[in-house]
């Protein structure tokens, strides 16, 4: 432990942060935009009394709830060309770069379980407003994008923003496609220079402040925008 | 779409000479279970501990807790892994660090994966049992208090008991958490069940086979654990006593 080299994080740090950090945040928040749409739609199919729908969103949820966000990865990482192919008509694979690859993943996961969250937000408001919206002459589109969800996203909003936080933990995994985030940066700098112990310590800590700090956030907003009932 | 599906791959051997993709695939399943299995009970009961003393009256006890909590809820798994795997061995003493390093092939990731999952998912299990407790009423410790019971005398036969029936049905998700994230010790080299997945797709280029079979495979793990949890609800419950659901976000 003597040892412990502050000059290999001194050296590497401004490549860290500029490469790496960029790409997960910028990751996490396109993600988390596809994520609570995709999510948000999936969640009112859900709650459709159209079966089809129902039951697509239901299977759809429940499959990416039961496998693991690694299997995922690899999954759309080989589909993705595939399906690009198969919408423009190509008959090869088409070339999608590793980032747009990551961000269509992790919207897709993600979304299954902001959906969960979106569900349980537009539960909790009274039926009684959907009603109260179509007596007043409004349609569907029209009642849930004026009545129910702002009232569900802002009940729902520390949740969401959790599960972001969530989301930006699980950016790391990207590393098993050889991606330079956050993480992928440090294993790159550690690997070169032989420096394991100082730079998965200092991700770790990173990692930890960047994450706590957003929680204590998160508790604060919870305290002020709570509805007092 | 140009893809050759070839679904007798499964039944063709594998190159690393140990028998059909089929059954690499279900040998990856057992280190996936031993795995979680394992974890499982480190987080079970450093979990318990943990979410008990949280709710504690020791000041100092619960500020540990919850520093426990924090810690180990705000890196990132695959961070943690590598803490375990990479940076524990090089701060041991050296005879040991290197014993560790030495041990042989699957145990060398076994052992550091099992730590690392089990340490993780006891910060979310503690989570549950603290929100367990309480929910209870606060009635029910005073009246334990009253009626002679030491702290943990009352923990023991009067809090404790109907908490964790209160909690099954989060654990069940935090031990299907636990399977899901033993994946996460491919990056260390286990060669469990995605991971296995992931080598067949390498050798036999037939990757929506490999990743399907794996894909089916876990939804059954997940069908039976869920059926299995459901038995053992049933089992144990208190007629007439229904406990809400304990939210909890997360994979």
């Known amino acids: ?229 | 779409m140009q893809y050759n599906w070839n679904w007798k791959i499964f039944w063709e051997m594998s190159p690393d000479g140990s028998g059909t993709y089929l059954s690499t695939l279900f040998v990856g399943l057992q280190w996936t279970l031993a795995t979680a299995l394992s974890a499982w009970i480190i987080a079970l009961v450093i979990g318990s501990l943990l979410g008990v003393i949280r709710t504690s009256p020791v000041k100092w006890a619960v500020r540990l807790g919850d520093a426990y909590v924090e810690l180990f809820r705000n890196i990132p798994l695959l961070v943690q892994m590598f803490l375990w795997y990479f940076v524990l061995p090089e701060l041991m003493p050296k005879a040991l660090g290197t014993a560790i390093k030495q041990m042989p092939p699957p145990w060398g990731s076994f052992v550091p994966a099992v730590l690392c999952l089990g340490f993780f998912t006891a910060a979310r299990v503690a989570e549950q049992v603290k929100a367990g407790i309480q929910t209870l009423p606060r009635g029910q410790t005073m009246a334990g208090t009253a009626m002679g019971l030491t702290l943990p005398q009352t923990y023991r036969f009067i809090l404790l008991p109907v908490a964790f029936r209160i909690i099954l049905p989060p654990l069940t998700s935090e031990f299907m958490n636990i399977i899901k994230n033993s994946s996460v010790a491919l990056t260390i080299g286990l060669l469990e069940l995605t991971a296995r997945a992931r080598a067949m797709q390498e050798y036999s280029f037939q990757v929506f086979e490999a990743f399907t079979a794996a894909t089916l495979i876990y939804i059954i793990v997940n069908i039976i654990v869920v059926f299995g949890m459901r038995w053992v609800e049933r089992k144990v419950a208190v007629p007439g006593f229904i406990g809400p659901q304990v939210a909890g976000g997360g994979h």
Request: glycine letters at 8%; one cysteine or more; a positive charge.
């Open chain 1, 1 to 229: 432990m003597g040892d412990f080299d502050f000059g290999v994080i001194e050296r590497s740090w401004v490549y860290l942060f500029k490469e790496g950090m960029t790409f997960s945040l910028t990751l996490t928040a396109l993600a988390m935009t596809g994520g609570i749409i995709f999510g948000t739609l999936l969640a009112m199919m859900r709650l459709s009394s159209i079966k089809p729908l129902s039951m697509f969103a239901a299977g759809y949820v429940n499959l990416m709830r039961s496998i693991p966000l690694l299997l995922v990865i690899f999954w759309f990482y080989f589909l993705v060309p595939y399906i690009g192919a198969w919408i423009i008509g190509s008959p090869t694979p088409i070339k999608v770069g590793a980032f747009w690859s990551c961000v269509i993943t992790f919207t897709m996961f993600e979304a299954a379980y902001y959906s969960e969250i979106m569900r349980a937000g537009i539960q909790a408001i009274p039926r009684g407003q959907v009603w109260a919206g179509y007596a007043l002459g409004l349609n569907y589109w029209q009642t849930m994008g004026t009545i129910v969800l702002p009232q569900a996203f802002r009940n729902m909003l520390p949740i969401l923003l959790t599960q972001t936080i969530i989301l930006f933990q699980d950016t790391s995994l990207v590393y098993v496609l050889s991606i330079t985030d956050f993480l992928g940066a440090a294993a790159k700098v550690a690997q070169r220079d032989g420096r394991l112990v100082e730079m998965y310590t200092f991700a770790a800590i990173v990692y930890f402040i960047i994450c706590f700090g957003l929680s204590l956030l998160v508790k604060r907003l919870q305290a002020r925008i709570a509805i007092i009932r």
